[in-house]
């Protein structure tokens, strides 16, 4: 059985690294989610990094904030096998952050699964071009 745990190195929590993704970043979308990423050079520590945001403004209460945040994590810790080996083969490393967009609508894990799939996905063909 692969280790699928999540690591503290693999969060991303620097504030410089955090501006350069937003700044610098590309952006892809698949309702309710978007993700905007930056790729660098190669570092041992951890190939990707990533955050997750659940805007206040569109989800009001914390229990559905922190719900959505946990299914977002969930579907990113048990997908990113997509993405890991691209980025090996590639020499790359990125810094990921996922944006909830749905306004007032919890969406369930099924979905946030099947887009975060496709969102990772996208993620891996990018780093061939």
Do not use: W
């Amino acid at each position: 059985m692969e280790n699928n745990r999540l690591y503290k190195r693999e969060k991303l929590c620097s504030r410089t690294a955090i501006a350069r993704t937003f700044d610098c970043g590309h952006s892809l979308m698949a309702y309710p989610l978007r993700a905007v990423y930056h790729m660098g050079p190669s570092r041992p520590e951890a190939p990707a990094r990533f955050m997750i945001t659940i805007p206040k403004k569109k989800i009001h209460t914390a229990v559905q904030r922190v719900a959505l945040r946990r299914r977002t994590r969930e579907a990113y810790r048990l997908n990113r096998q997509l993405l890991l080996p691209a980025l090996e083969a590639a020499g790359r490393s990125l810094d990921v952050a996922f944006i909830y967009l749905a306004k007032d609508e919890v969406a369930p894990y099924a979905v946030i699964e099947e887009k975060m799939r496709d969102i990772l996905t996208r993620i891996a063909q990018a780093t061939h071009d």
